[in-house]
């Protein structure tokens, strides 16, 4: 059973960083695509970012782009986002995201409020 | 980066069918955007019903279908049921890239 369990979010001044976590089991996390999403609070889910399987290929929505790091560490079969100048606008629960044979699976996510 | 767009609200009666569409502002949507269809309760995080345009889940009720309609992707509901009241999400790939719609809050009334 595909596993996803999101870490790291919390409370945070606005300008602060945060790094998120998402440890994943179940499959051969290696072999595959891993992307975060976000979803503020009564709105729907917006892709944030994703990352090739080898870490190689990220890519970035046009409103975290030079904020946000994506990344991934194989052997600990653990994805990872850098969030840097965090803004109010940030605050959101942010899931990591696997599809595999047409089902996404997604984490329970893990909440970012940025706040003074 | 591309727009999504559906209709914000929809309501169907029970037993009624009800077609929601998903829109690509860079054109027609095609297979080559991979279509997925989500279901969100409240509280919850998405669920995948539909992907690659019209492939079902084993757990997609057989009253889901999907579809490419008039340029866009279509989810259509034909029997609805009190359950099925929930938002509902459409993504569009784009060479990787992911592109959610602003749902659908279906409504079966």
């Known amino acids: 059973e595909v596993q996803l369990v999101e870490s790291g979010g919390g409370l945070i001044q606005p300008g602060g960083s945060l790094r998120l976590s998402c440890a994943a089991s179940?499959?051969?996390?290696?072999?595959?695509?891993m992307h975060w999403v976000r979803q503020a609070a009564g709105k729907g889910p917006v892709w944030v970012s994703r990352i090739s399987s080898d870490g190689r290929s990220t890519s970035y929505a046009d409103s975290v782009k030079g904020r946000f790091t994506i990344s991934r560490d194989n052997a600990k079969n653990t994805l990872y986002l850098r969030m840097n100048s965090l803004r109010a606008e940030d605050t959101a629960v942010y899931y990591c995201?696997?599809?595999?044979?047409?089902?996404?699976?997604w984490g329970q996510g893990t909440l970012v409020t940025v706040s003074s | 980066q591309a727009v999504v767009t559906q209709e914000p609200s929809l309501t169907v009666s029970p037993g009624g069918t009800v077609t929601l569409t998903c829109g690509s502002s860079t054109g027609a949507v095609t297979s080559g955007h991979y279509p997925y269809w989500f279901q969100q309760r409240p509280g919850q995080a998405p669920r995948t019903l539909i992907y690659d345009i019209s492939s079902k889940h084993s757990w997609t009720p057989a009253r889901f279908s999907g579809s490419l309609l008039g340029g866009k992707a279509a989810l259509t509901l034909s029997g609805a049921q009190p359950e099925d009241e929930a938002e509902y999400y459409c993504?569009?790939?784009?060479?990787?890239?992911?592109?959610f719609g602003g749902g659908t809050k279906l409504t079966v009334l």
């Open positions: 993504l569009l790939s784009y060479s990787g890239d992911w592109v």
């Open positions: 995201v696997q599809c595999s044979g047409g089902n996404c699976n």
């Open positions: 179940g499959f051969t996390f290696k072999t595959y695509w």
